[in-house]
């Protein structure tokens, strides 16, 4: 396994630099796209949507299969249930549907980055639900339960991420998330470039590295090996940030807490480099 992670790093030598610090989101997201279209020829925009499933045909068509009866369609109906049960819809425009693909977003208020979960944790606390009690947690569980039938309810929407340019505090919050994707960290000093973006396509410990473009359409995914052999319908589910800890212990690196300014932040870039790529959430993922 070790000798397969030096293989890759000794890869990323070969690759082109980092995305320019003085560029604009815009400009990142074109040079972003870019490079994936040269290195996958044959994909289209919206197909990167299906992560690995994009570019691999065989695991596609296995993948094709699982998705004809899904195994995340029990825990859809429970969030569904939970978002009714507990009126989520009152907090939210548009009663709450058809919104994900605008998330994250810069709150002009806080001068933060907040993300969907973290609108939907204030949204469970005003209501009068004892959060505490209900063992609702950013990550999995029920909350990744309603967060995946609000992202259902966006399907087909374009994602639009948008980054106020004339707002210091949101440029900074961008680049804070740019830095802290490309950034080398753990022992064994990978970023989430290096695996998502210069190696995207090769195999380390078994998994295909799936490309960081479209990788955020579809949360949160299903995930067997987070499901284990649980009965539990929701056991599979979890969100983008759970999949963040995951893919940060991979290399050694602590994970940081859900919600986390720092991992708000990231998401907020890595969101935005898929804009234009429609939503398909909740989805099976290895
Ligand atoms: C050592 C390589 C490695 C590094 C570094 C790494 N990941 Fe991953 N990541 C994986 C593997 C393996 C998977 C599972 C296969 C796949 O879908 O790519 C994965 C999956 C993911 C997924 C799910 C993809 C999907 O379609 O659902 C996301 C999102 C993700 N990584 C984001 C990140 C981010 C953000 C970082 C940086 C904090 C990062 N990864 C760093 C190896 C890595």
């Not at 009690?133 to 967060?147: D, M, N, P, R, V």
């Not at 987070?226 to 940060?248: E, F, H, V």
Request: a positive charge.
């Amino acid at each position: 396994m070790k000798k397969l992670l030096i293989t890759l790093s000794a890869l990323t030598a070969m690759v082109i630099a980092p995305l320019q610090a003085s560029a604009s989101p815009q400009d990142d997201l074109d040079s972003f796209r870019s490079y994936f279209n040269q290195h996958f020829p044959g994909v289209a925009l919206q197909d990167y949507g299906n992560g690995i499933y994009a570019i691999d045909h065989v695991r596609r068509f296995e993948w094709q299969e699982s998705e004809e009866f899904p195994p995340y369609e029990e825990a859809l109906e429970i969030g569904k249930n939970l978002f009714e049960k507990y009126n989520i819809g009152s907090c939210f425009k548009k009663g709450g549907k058809g919104i994900k693909q605008n998330y994250p977003y810069f709150d002009q208020k806080s001068g933060k980055v907040r993300t969907l979960e973290q609108d939907l944790m204030a949204c469970l606390k005003r209501n009068g639900v004892d959060t505490k009690a209900e063992k609702l947690g950013y990550k999995k569980g029920k909350l990744a339960a309603i967060s995946a039938y609000m992202a259902s309810t966006s399907n087909g929407k374009k994602q639009n991420v948008v980054v106020p340019e004339d707002d210091e505090r949101a440029m900074a919050a961008y680049e804070d998330g740019k830095t802290f994707f490309y950034a080398k960290r753990g022992q064994l000093n990978f970023s989430c470039a290096d695996c998502h973006i210069y190696n995207a396509g090769k195999m380390a410990r078994g998994n295909l590295l799936s490309p960081a473009l479209g990788q955020t359409s579809h949360f949160p995914v299903w995930r067997k090996k987070w499901a284990g052999n649980s009965s539990d319908p929701l056991k599979g589910l979890g969100t983008i940030q759970r999949r963040y800890g995951g893919c940060n212990k991979q290399v050694r690196a602590k994970s940081l807490k859900a919600q986390a300014s720092s991992y708000n932040n990231l998401e907020y870039f890595h969101t935005y480099m898929s804009n234009g790529i429609e939503l398909n959430g909740p989805a099976v993922r290895q």
